[in-house]
């Protein structure tokens, strides 16, 4: 829970959250140990929480609410195809969204923006960030298809679109099991 690593950084505890951001000590209890999500708070309750602990309202709802991994995928092939590859690499490893990312445990979106860097970095001939060589030696037990190739091969009955897109798949991307051939066709 988000908040309960803010209280942390901040040597905070939920009761003086509480008196401080005059929401009820049973509403950050609730929040803290996962019975009430942030993104079903009302936005005073955001607001207060977020003012006290000096965040915004969308860094607690952002941090809390995972999208869908099709979503966040088009989402960071959008971001390079607006910012350009070396943009792009500045930005993510300046905010060391991975290593966030993969704080959170959101592991799979983690390892596929650092494919994504690694990738980049390779196609503009520039040295890879060694920050992440813990995060390289990991690997899905399965391999993670995108989801129109997983519609491809129910429709056909048979497995050779998977067996297709493995042979295309971005070595970077391949590294973690993670089956990705195509970044800069988007719409």
Same mark, same amino acid.
């Given at each position: 829970?988000?908040?309960?690593?803010?209280?942390?950084?901040?040597?905070?505890?939920?009761?003086?959250?509480?008196?401080? +951001?005059?929401?009820?000590?049973?509403?950050?209890?609730?929040?803290?140990?996962?019975?009430? +999500? &942030?993104?079903?708070?009302?936005? @005073?309750?955001?607001?207060?929480?977020?003012?006290?602990?000096?965040?915004?309202?969308?860094?607690?709802?952002?941090?809390?609410?995972?999208?869908?991994?099709?979503?966040?995928? +088009?989402?960071?092939?959008?971001?390079? /195809?607006?910012?350009?590859?070396?943009?792009?690499?500045?930005?993510?490893?300046?905010?060391?969204?991975?290593?966030?990312?993969?704080?959170?445990?959101?592991?799979?979106?983690?390892?596929?923006?650092?494919?994504?860097?690694?990738?980049? +970095?390779?196609?503009?001939?520039?040295? @890879?960030?060694?920050?992440?060589? *813990?995060?390289?030696?990991? /690997?899905?037990?399965?391999?993670?298809?995108?989801? %129109? &190739?997983?519609?491809?091969?129910?429709?056909? %009955?048979?497995?050779?679109?998977?067996?297709?897109?493995?042979?295309?798949? @971005?070595?970077?991307? &391949?590294?973690?099991?993670? @089956?990705?051939? *195509?970044?800069?066709?988007?719409?």
């Amino acid at each position: 829970m988000v908040i309960n690593e803010l209280l942390k950084q901040k040597g905070m505890t939920k009761y003086r959250l509480a008196k401080e +951001s005059c929401v009820p000590h049973t509403t950050v209890l609730d929040i803290c140990n996962g019975k009430t +999500s &942030i993104g079903k708070c009302k936005s @005073i309750t955001l607001y207060k929480l977020a003012k006290t602990l000096n965040v915004s309202m969308e860094y607690l709802i952002e941090y809390e609410v995972r999208p869908p991994f099709e979503a966040f995928k +088009s989402s960071i092939c959008h971001r390079v /195809k607006n910012l350009g590859d070396l943009d792009f690499i500045i930005e993510t490893l300046e905010s060391d969204k991975i290593r966030e990312l993969y704080n959170k445990e959101w592991k799979l979106e983690s390892l596929y923006l650092l494919a994504m860097v690694d990738y980049l +970095s390779r196609e503009n001939d520039l040295p @890879i960030c060694s920050n992440y060589n *813990d995060l390289r030696r990991m /690997k899905f037990s399965k391999p993670v298809y995108p989801s %129109g &190739i997983i519609a491809m091969s129910v429709l056909a %009955g048979n497995d050779e679109a998977k067996r297709e897109s493995i042979k295309n798949a @971005i070595p970077e991307f &391949i590294r973690f099991n993670i @089956i990705e051939s *195509d970044i800069r066709n988007v719409v």
